[in-house]
Nanobody, 125 residues
Framework: QVQLVESGGGLVQAGGSLRLSCAASGRTFSSSTMGWFRQAPGKEREFVAAISWSGVSTYYADSVKGRFTISRDNAKNTVYLQMTNLKPEDTAVYSC??????????????????WGQGTQVTVSS
């Protein structure tokens, strides 16, 4: 079992930066692929970024590539999402997720078994 708690969301102007954190409890964190997803009002949840259990491999949605960076600290059971050059279209609830198995596609919601409650990110123009 893995429990996830996000923090770091808030209100920022376009062009600004935020760093989201996701603190995990549970012994399986260090062996889990971790992902960040977001959901804007009236839209489906969409993939943002993911990182392999070792941190060696990272994956990004085209819309955030070059602006967002995912990282993890297994000693602290925490995964981060550094967001720069934020745009109004980045406004959404951001959630982190953990996958029990590393065999599924990191881009798909159904590949993840545990989810946090989410943190709101609002980017004003």
């Amino acid at each position: 079992q893995v429990q996830l708690v996000e923090s770091g969301g808030g209100l920022v102007q376009a062009g600004g930066s935020l760093r989201l954190s996701c603190a995990a409890s549970g012994r399986t964190f260090s062996s889990s692929t971790m992902g960040w997803f977001r959901q804007a009002p009236g839209k489906e949840r969409e993939f943002v970024a993911a990182i392999s259990w070792s941190g060696v491999s990272t994956y990004y949605a085209d819309s955030v590539k070059g602006r967002f960076t995912i990282s993890r600290d297994n000693a602290k059971n925490t995964v981060y999402l550094q967001m720069t050059n934020l745009k109004p279209e980045d406004t959404a609830v951001y959630s982190c997720a953990a996958a029990r198995s590393n065999s599924g596609s990191v881009y798909l919601v159904r590949s993840y078994d545990y989810w946090g409650q989410g943190t709101q990110v609002t980017v004003s123009s």
